[in-house]
């Protein structure tokens, strides 16, 4: 049984969390933390992180026990600088509560690159992870719409590069322009893919401590994990009804069933193809065919096939990328929004027209 550490850093990290816990459940209702047991396969500790002390009473289906608050006011402001600071000051906390959970054999922390607390602690948190103990840490990000504002962009930019340089194990990136596929309001499309994101996470999780007729494990999502750009991300997909497996796997890996935009078959540099459903529905024949395919361009495919009798089949497909046409959109994006900061900053620093303003009134009171 594996050991499993999942770490939510600031208001969006918390929010998957949270839906992994939802969907640990079963999706019971709100109380279920308080009687009924979670669903997981694995031993898994879950931990909420947060500055603001409002994101974390949100949640609903995570133990208070695993919430940890930062006291700052009422969060950061999406300034990473005094994010970075807050972490520092409190890092002791934050890692004791890591340390009483037990030792583990591998860690995700979930975070989005945009916003203050997640984005700005969870670089400095994988350091200190990665610093006093052995176990490989992922860092699961969650990416901006690219029209979110100037302070959002420049801050995922940075929080990236930063989490790259921090000895993470890997980076599964998620991207918030796929929402604009789910349709329905705001709220509605930010928790499905919250939603999305857990279940990936759940299935994966569930597969690496799952008896199968073709194994992979920890070992093999190590080795997919540590190809490429150290960059990755997760296709799904589940049918409904009995379809050929062929054409799940071919869903899984489309652009429709990833969490990142990215062309497969160019720019995925290793894969872990996990295959569930009834033996009914699982065509060695179809699989292999599929798999080999898939081989024949980014190289090694690990396979792995869960026997669930009665499940329609469902694949999940982990993808690391040697490069990312869509990340380096963004980075252009950033620049400019960086480029546009500074320019803002630099001219109120040239124009006096307020301070000319005010100094009218120097060594004048006013008269009542």
Do not use: W
Not at 52 to 67: G, P, S
Not at 280 to 306: M, N, Q, R, Y
Not at 336 to 363: C, N, P, T, Y
């Amino acid at each position: 049984m594996l050991n499993i550490l999942i770490i939510g850093n600031g208001q969006c990290g918390n929010r998957i969390l949270d839906a992994v816990n939802k969907e640990a459940f079963g999706g019971s209702g709100k109380l279920a933390k308080f009687y009924s047991k979670q669903n997981y396969k694995s031993n898994v500790q879950t931990l909420a992180i947060n500055t603001a002390v409002n994101d974390l009473k949100e949640m609903k289906y995570t133990k208070a026990k695993d919430r940890i608050h930062i006291p700052h006011l009422h969060g950061v402001g999406a300034n990473r600088n005094v994010g970075k600071k807050v972490f520092e000051e409190n890092k002791a906390q934050i890692m004791r509560n890591v340390d009483e959970r037990g030792s583990f054999d591998v860690g995700f922390v979930v975070t989005s690159a945009s916003g203050g607390t997640g984005s700005s602690f969870t670089p400095s948190l994988v350091k200190e992870l990665k610093k006093e103990h052995d176990f490989p840490i992922y860092a699961v990000v969650v990416l901006p719409f690219r029209e979110e504002g100037t302070l959002y962009l420049q801050n995922a930019a940075f929080c990236l590069r930063d989490i790259r340089e921090s000895g993470v194990d890997g980076i599964i990136l998620a991207d918030n322009q796929y929402l604009k596929q789910l349709g329905g309001d705001v709220q509605s499309a930010y928790d499905a893919i919250n939603t999305m994101i857990a279940r990936r996470l759940l299935f994966l999780l569930d597969s690496l401590d799952s008896e199968m007729m073709m194994v992979t494990d920890l070992g093999d999502f190590k080795t997919v994990m540590s190809g490429g750009a150290g960059i990755a991300t997760i296709g799904y997909y589940e049918a409904d009804h009995e379809m050929p497996i062929k054409s799940v796997i071919q869903k899984a890996i489309a652009p429709s069933g990833l969490l990142f935009n990215t062309d497969v078959y160019n720019e995925a540099s290793r894969s872990m193809v996990i295959i569930r459903g009834d033996k009914t529905s699982l065509s060695i024949e179809e699989i292999s065919a599929e798999v080999e395919k898939l081989s024949s361009a980014v190289g090694h495919v690990f396979k792995g096939i869960v026997v669930r009798k009665g499940e329609h089949p469902r694949v999940l497909a982990v993808l690391t990328l040697e490069s990312a046409a869509e990340l380096e959109n963004l980075y252009a994006i950033a620049v400019d929004a960086i480029q546009e900061e500074k320019a803002k900053k630099e001219r109120v620093a040239e124009e006096k027209e307020l301070d000319r303003a005010f100094s009218q009134i120097d060594g004048l009171e006013p008269h009542y």
